[in-house]
């Protein structure tokens, strides 16, 4: 998985409030918890995870700073499957392979000007939103025995 650079706590706290929220210790938390372990968790495993060190805190608090991440840039919405929505804290370009068998996710870099991804003439993108479904390799390295 790519590197994903963590905010230090005055940028973290900038980007903050240039979404128009203010820092908190329930959002810093919640962040560092989505930075600690990159494998695309849910909400509900996000909540668990934070409720490991920071137990008083509810599942709405974990719900609403999980916004204000979205919301400020910090952390990105995935969806993969019909399932739960994962998050993301890769804000640089790039998609997602998803093993059907054991539901790893790996992130793979994409160039913001990609030519090798076909497009209509003359489009402008923005951001990529791509999911790539099969087997990882130990999957299926594990079908071939």
Known sequence: MGMVEKKSGSE?????????FRFTPQRQHVYDVVM???????????FIR??????????????????????????????????????????????HYF???CGEVFDVPLQKDSTTMPGPKGFQVDHYDIAVHGLCADCAGSRKK
Request: aromatic content about 4%.
């Open 36 to 46: 600690q372990k990159r494998d695309h968790p849910t909400a509900e495993e996000i």
């Open 50 to 95: 934070t409720k490991r060190t920071m137990p008083e805190i509810s599942h709405a608090t974990v719900y609403n700073c999980l916004d204000a991440l979205v919301k400020c840039g910090l952390v990105r919405q995935v969806q993969l499957e019909r399932g739960a929505t994962r998050f993301c804290p890769n804000m640089e370009e790039h998609c």
């Open 12 to 20: 973290f706290s900038e980007r903050l409030s240039t979404g128009g």
């Open 99 to 101: 093993c059907d068998a």
